[in-house]
């Protein structure tokens, strides 16, 4: 069953159902990363199948910066898979390539390949026994019924070198903070494991950098904002201040015209006592006017001859000669 993909993401593929689609096919198109990671993200139980057929997957891989959701859909002879992470990987990510191995576990086709990791072979060194020789010499054989196969301990032998000589310049990019160097081709084994188990070391020391850039970042603005926060207080704590010292002004100001106020209240009585006394003169002084005035018509009709004290009458009859 070939694959292909083309530039809007879909993938030609022969497989009818996502039963057929088998790992070595997901290895074969997905970026050899993606497919690592899809591979860790898969042996971790990373995967949530929330709803699959044969032509279609709704699903969750908790990644690790977050949880992300997948579409994962076969039809009209096209593979096409969605999600919702902002990898860049194409034709899919490392979370639908768990996805589809997850399925291929829960719902395996009839050539679907064993998901069990081959184990190490058990490489057992017994002592070889001699021959014996007609001159005296005896020939090295190995025991009967030895299971170690050279050729292909031969093979790990060869993949463990090449893993430990491209060991050095890994950790050396790790510790650098650069990428890891490219890994020589291994098949399926412990060294491809390791391999894998490099590049997730690299992708979370990559990851822990941003978070502590951003950590950086936060603390950077809040300890400006914490500086801004000080200048602001200090101006309010000076403003304070110098409102506590015009407050102490005015109050000495509002105490003297409290002090004037009262004199002037004591004056205020002074002069209503004043007031007083000229009202009871003024009274006084109209009374003895009226009298005068009465007096003074009295005196004038008794000038006038006309009434005389005790109602007496002063007649004119001309001159008198005493």
């Known amino acids: 069953m070939d694959m292909k993909t083309n530039a809007n993401n879909q993938i030609p593929c022969t497989a009818t159902t996502l039963t057929q689609l ?51 859909r076969l039809a009209g002879g096209n593979l096409s898979a969605k999600c919702s992470c902002p990898s860049s990987e194409a034709p899919f990510c490392r979370h639908c390539v768990a996805v589809l191995l997850e399925y291929n576990r829960l719902h395996p086709g009839s050539e679907a390949p064993s998901w069990k990791t081959s184990p190490v072979p058990e490489v057992v060194i017994t002592k070889p026994e001699k021959t014996g020789r007609a001159d005296g010499m005896g020939t090295m054989r190995s025991p009967e019924g030895d299971n170690v196969s050279s050729a292909g301990l031969g093979v790990r032998l060869h ?52 978070t502590m850039g951003t950590l950086q970042g936060e603390l950077t603005a809040k300890d ?64 003895q006017a009226s009298d005068m005035d009465r007096l003074l ?12 004290p005790g109602n007496a009458t002063l007649k004119n009859n001309g001159p008198q000669t005493r």
């Not at 497919?35 to 709704?58: M, N, P, T, W």
């Not at 650069?178 to 020589?184: D, S």
């Not at 205020?268 to 009374?287: A, I, W």
């Open 159 to 210: 993949e463990v070198t090449t893993f430990v000589a491209w060991m050095p310049a890994a950790l050396s990019a790790l510790n650098e903070g650069q990428p890891l160097p490219e890994a020589p081709m291994f098949g399926p084994g412990d060294a491809l494991d390791w391999v894998y188990a490099l590049r997730h070391l690299e992708e979370r020391a990559r990851e822990r950098e941003e």
């Open 22 to 72: 088998q790992p070595d096919m997901l290895s074969a198109i997905a970026p050899p990363s993606a497919y690592g990671f899809g591979r860790q993200y898969f042996s971790e139980r990373r995967v949530r199948i929330l709803q699959a057929d044969d032509h279609d997957i709704s699903s969750e891989v908790a990644g690790t910066t977050g949880l992300f959701k997948q579409t994962i």
């Open 224 to 287: 400006q904002r914490h500086q801004s926060l000080t200048e602001n207080l200090e101006t309010m704590a000076q403003r304070l201040k110098e409102a506590n010292a015009a407050y102490e002004e005015l109050n000495a100001k509002c105490q003297h015209a409290e002090a004037a106020v009262s004199k002037l209240s004591g004056v205020e009585k002074e002069r209503n006592r004043l007031v007083d006394n000229l009202k009871d003169m003024m009274g006084e002084m109209l009374k």
């Open 297 to 308: 018509a009295d005196f004038k009709h008794a000038s006038d001859g006309k009434v005389l």
